[in-house]
């Protein structure tokens, strides 16, 4: 099914030229079928990337879906177009008394901050508190969080710290499967498979409170997928979201900050910067959002069933 984007975000004729399904506004008003509605808070500098790559899985699934983009009110992004935001955000007391069945929160470059140190911490906070109390009530189908706001909404939920790691963890690390019988891995098999991870800090399985899981971890990068059933919640560390050059465009980045920086690990093939990059991790990315929108299509059909 299609995916709903505003009409004029630069991410629609991207989508389109690589044949991602989507809808015009005016024809999704005339539909009978009523799209999930998804919050999607973007934290990231680069608003357009961030919302390319979130909406091609999106779109990448079979019921209809619309994003709704926001962006936060105590801190004024000094990267993103200010036309942009004007045109395609909205702010969180816009939308707070709206329905919505999923919220999606991004990553962050904020890691080297403490939690309530972030500018916009304790707007971040009132949206997840916001978000809790929704599914508390049945009326929120899921919650995903990315990178650094997965470590932020655990430290909201139960108190978990972030570990500074002594150097970044940059690269394409092989992941696996830990739990076959989990829907929300189905399709993925056995063999190991590669995630892109960027992050200066960890998450501890240690720290963990009970009644969370590990769904995906990795032997060199640790813990990638964390399910949190109880609250609906699924905490996703690393970036199944990547496009094939995500990494390669950050390194190139840094270098510029600091000479020293290593090469992405595992990444670069024959570690030539100058090599292209395949994106071997997008069937597997595909595979968990559409098992995870399946999810929350399910849980929202279950509670309009028990209403009648």
Known sequence: ??????????????????????????????????????????????????????????????????????????????????????????????????????????????????????????????????????????????????????????YHRYGVPKHDLRDKLFGLFPHRRLRASSALLAGFGEAPFAVPVSRHTETRQSDLPRGLEVLIDSDEAGICLLEDSDNRSLYLFNHFEYDADTLGREYQRDIVKESSIKLPRGYFPGDNPGSAVANSWRPYAQLLFSNWIGQIYERISLQASNKH
């Open 1 to 154: 099914m299609p995916i709903k984007v505003p009409d004029d975000l630069p991410a629609r004729a991207i989508l389109s030229r690589e044949g991602v399904r989507l809808i015009e506004e005016t024809d999704a008003l005339r539909q009978d079928i009523r799209a999930l509605r998804i919050l999607f808070v973007n934290l990231m500098p680069d608003k357009v990337s961030t919302e390319t790559q979130f909406a091609r899985l999106l779109g990448n699934t079979p019921l209809q879906v619309e994003i709704v983009l926001l962006r936060t009110a105590s801190y004024e992004s000094q990267t993103a177009s200010r036309r942009h935001l004007l045109d395609f955000y909205r702010y969180f007391s816009d939308v707070r008394d709206e329905e919505f069945d999923a919220l999606i929160i991004t990553g962050a470059p904020v890691e080297h901050l403490s939690f309530p140190d972030v500018a916009y911490w304790d707007e971040l906070s009132r949206i997840m508190s916001w978000s809790d109390s929704r599914i508390a009530e049945g009326r929120l189908g899921g919650c995903l969080y990315v990178c650094w706001s997965a470590q932020a909404a655990l």
